[in-house]
Nanobody
Framework: QVQLVESGGGLAQPGGSLRLSCAASGSIFRIRAMGWYRQAPGKERDLVATIADDRTTNYADSVKGRFTISRDNAKNTVYLQMNSLKPEDTAVYYC???????????????WGKGTLVTVSS
């Protein structure tokens, strides 16, 4: 069993900042890629940013230059620093991790329950 718990969501002003955290726990041998996705009402869940186990990063064009994804492998935690927030960033943000649970296992994807980010004046 693997659990991902997001934190750090809330209300921010346009131009403001928030930092999201996602901590993974449970049966973890190692974590491969981790990422953040978001979903606004009536829209599909879209990729925001990912970070591989070698710390290679990938960002959606809409957040490049504003958001930064990072990870702390010792804590099994991924972060999303969100700066220069826009109303369009309003969404539920979900954490994802590809987790290898044992030496013999392949990686499986797990999702957090999401944290709401609201950007509004």
């Amino acid at each position: 069993q693997v659990q991902l718990v997001e934190s750090g969501g809330g209300l921010a002003q346009p131009g403001g900042s928030l930092r999201l955290s996602c901590a993974a726990s449970g049966s973890i041998f190692r974590i491969r890629a981790m990422g953040w996705y978001r979903q606004a009402p009536g829209k599909e869940r879209d990729l925001v940013a990912t970070i591989a186990d070698d710390r290679t990063t990938n960002y959606a064009d809409s957040v490049k230059g504003r958001f930064t994804i990072s990870r702390d492998n010792a804590k099994n935690t991924v972060y999303l620093q969100m700066n220069s927030l826009k109303p369009e960033d309003t969404a539920v943000y979900y954490c994802n991790a590809n987790v290898v649970r044992s030496v013999a296992d392949y990686g499986m994807n797990y999702w957090g329950k999401g944290t709401l980010v609201t950007v509004s004046s």
